[in-house]
Nanobody, 131 residues
Framework: QVQPVESGGGSVQAGGSLRLSCAAS????????MGWFRQAPGTEREGIAA???????TYADSVKGRFSISRDNTKHTLYLQMNSLEPDDTAVYYC?????????????????????????WGQGTQVTVSS
């Protein structure tokens, strides 16, 4: 299967905003749970947001209230709107699709525990937040 492709990273000052996009194949997007992970230097990859089929998201506590996940079913694209960015948000951000987690099951568990070993991963996009 073709890997998802992220875009939209960059450098911003604290308090700023960025929107990440993740384009996937139609099959991947309509069948598997998809979500966003991030990895800062020297840390493990952590799940931060996942989208259910109805567009409702589940979030890690570290980003709740600041980040918003959404999906465009016609474009097969997942988004992550990041507001009120903080220096601790600096990381490489990855989009993932997990074939072991079908959409109909519900996607909340995607960001629980460690990154899913079965996932298709994008190449990652760097987000840097300066103080």
């Amino acid at each position: 299967q073709v890997q998802p492709v992220e875009s939209g990273g960059g450098s911003v000052q604290a308090g700023g905003s960025l929107r990440l996009s993740c384009a996937a194949s139609e099959y991947m997007f309509s069948s598997y749970c998809m979500g966003w992970f991030r990895q800062a230097p020297g840390t493990e990859r952590e799940g931060i947001a996942a989208s259910n089929s109805d567009g409702l998201g589940t979030y890690a506590d570290s980003v709740k209230g600041r980040f918003s996940i959404s999906r465009d079913n016609t474009k097969h694209t997942l988004y992550l709107q990041m507001n009120s960015l903080e220096p601790d948000d600096t990381a490489v951000y990855y989009c993932a699709a997990d074939p072991s987690l079908p959409l109909w099951v519900g996607c909340d568990r995607m960001i629980k525990g460690g990154p899913p070993s079965s996932a298709f991963w994008g190449q990652g996009t760097q987000v840097t937040v300066s103080s």
